[in-house]
């Protein structure tokens, strides 16, 4: 995590032909925190999450500061 943001992921469940779909949607906070997530079924999650975190967290952990663009590809 980081880039320190709260990222939100579905995958959908069951199988079309030879592909098979896990489930396990996610939301993750800042620091890399599971706050909600789903099992193998279908589900409805629901996630309340701070966005004011993102600030604190990349203050107390300034990682952006480490990137090197010019590496880039």
């Known amino acids: 995590m980081q880039n320190q ?15 098979t779909f896990a489930g396990r949607s ?6 890399g925190n599971v706050i ?8 409805l999650i629901i996630a309340d999450i701070d966005l004011s975190q993102t600030a604190v967290a ?4 300034p990682f952006l ?6 590496w880039y590809a």
């Open 36 to 43: 909600s997530e789903a099992d193998g079924q279908e589900r």
């Open 65 to 70: 500061g480490l990137r090197r663009p010019e």
């Open 58 to 61: 990349r203050k107390r952990r």
């Open 5 to 19: 943001v709260t990222i939100a992921m579905c995958n959908r469940v069951g199988e079309e032909g030879d592909v």
């Open 26 to 31: 996610v939301v993750v906070d800042s620091y």
